[in-house]
T-cell receptor, first 118, second 118 residues
Framework: DTGVSQDPRHKITKRGQNVTFRCDPISEHNRLYWYRQTLGQGPEFLTYFQNEAQLEKSRLLSDRFSAERPKGSFSTLEIQRTEQGDSAMYLC????????????????FGPGTRLTVL | AQTVTQSQPEMSVQEAETVTLSCTYDTSESDYYLFWYKQPPSRQMILVIRQEAYKQQNATENRFSVNFQKAAKSFSLKISDSQLGDAAMYFCAYRDHLTQGGSEKLVFGKGTKLTVNP
């Protein structure tokens, strides 16, 4: 296993279209995170999963955004009715569950999916 | 809410010299983690160094070290013997310590672009 992978790496779409991104975490990592990074900014947290359960969602995750992790392995992030403001890099990260669960667990990042909405 | 501020949008350093990147943060928590992440151009983000707030000793990883001033809420990164491969965006990040509840999410600053001149 070489790390977190994301697909596609680049996506260009027209405003109003739906897009879906996929993230494959490192094997046996049961935590998976989504972040969004706009130009000139640091990543901003969107949501995270522990196994298949979505444990936290940011207010940035509007009704047009939905994330799933149906079998606790890969995750998808869907954006409906895309807007130009959705143009950004979407980053996925994964981590192990720390032992004990409250301890530090490094988040390993994928290469990101760059979305351009025309 | 926790915030992270990086006041230096860009920095440059001569190869083999030392450079310090600044970061301040705000939190009401007494225990937490602080990180420096490196994001090379068109490559994925990797962890450079982390500091646990309850540890007074500053973290060191080879040529990278931090100056953690808890009372001042300051967390700077020093890169010694700078190399061309150090050129990247550097992000300071904060995370709650989960023994106090809190969130798994990373809160990032806006980043500092480091240029290394040969």
């Amino acid at each position: 296993d070489t790390g977190v992978s994301q697909d596609p790496r680049h996506k260009i779409t027209k405003r109003g279209q739906n897009v879906t991104f996929r993230c494959d975490p490192i094997s046996e990592h049961n935590r998976l995170y989504w972040y969004r990074q706009t130009l000139g900014q640091g990543p901003e947290f969107l949501t995270y999963f522990q196994n298949e359960a979505q444990l936290e969602k940011s207010r940035l995750l509007s009704d047009r955004f939905s994330a799933e992790r149906p079998k606790g392995s890969f995750s998808t992030l869907e954006i409906q009715r895309t807007e130009q403001g959705d143009s950004a890099m979407y980053l996925c990260a994964s981590s192990e569950l720390g032992r004990p669960s409250s301890s530090y667990n490094e988040q390993f990042f994928g290469p990101g999916t760059r979305l351009t909405v025309l | 809410a926790q915030t992270v501020t990086q006041s230096q949008p860009e920095m440059s350093v001569q190869e083999a010299e030392t450079v310090t990147l600044s970061c301040t943060y705000d939190t009401s928590e007494s225990d937490y983690y602080l990180f420096w992440y490196k994001q090379p151009p068109s490559r994925q983000m990797i962890l450079v160094i982390r500091q646990e707030a309850y540890k007074q000793q500053n973290a060191t990883e080879n040529r990278f070290s931090v100056n953690f001033q808890k009372a001042a809420k300051s967390f700077s990164l020093k890169i010694s013997d700078s190399q061309l491969g150090d050129a990247a965006m550097y992000f300071c990040a904060y995370r709650d310590h989960l023994t106090q509840g809190g969130s798994e999410k990373l809160v990032f600053g806006k980043g500092t672009k480091l240029t290394v001149n040969p």
